[in-house]
Nanobody, 121 residues
Framework: QVQLVESGGGLVQAGGSLRLSCAAS????????MAWYRQAPGKQREFVAI???????NYADSVKGRFTISRDNAKNTVDLQMDKVKPEDTGVYYC???????????????WGQGTQVTVSS
């Protein structure tokens, strides 16, 4: 019933910027947090950033100072502003939602298509 749709990915040169968006739709209530993850080819999915419903944020060390996560609680959306991107940022980006203490997507689930970010050198 609940759907997560990522958008905004594309091809960008190193040093450039990109803004990703994730929209949660359906009957969803009490969102505790929304988070971004990414997965490079041949690698495991990794945490990128998280924001709570109260606005607290945390970032992976690899993106700290370059990425900014934000959310609109009323619209159930979360964005990821990517600045000063590096080739290492290349990968498929996914979002996730913590609602009523349970993550909508688990490590064993298929997380869908995500949105592809490719950073050229």
């Amino acid at each position: 019933q609940v759907q997560l749709v990522e958008s905004g990915g594309g091809l960008v040169q190193a040093g450039g910027s990109l803004r990703l968006s994730c929209a949660a739709s359906g009957s969803i209530f009490n969102i505790n947090a929304m988070a971004w993850y990414r997965q490079a080819p041949g690698k495991q999915r990794e945490f990128v950033a998280i924001i709570t419903s109260g606005g607290s944020t945390n970032y992976a060390d690899s993106v700290k100072g370059r990425f900014t996560i934000s959310r609109d609680n009323a619209k159930n959306t979360v964005d990821l502003q990517m600045d000063k991107v590096k080739p290492e940022d290349t990968g498929v980006y996914y979002c996730n939602v913590l609602t009523r203490g349970i993550w909508l997507r688990t490590d064993r689930d298929y997380w869908g298509q995500g949105t592809q970010v490719t950073v050229s050198s």
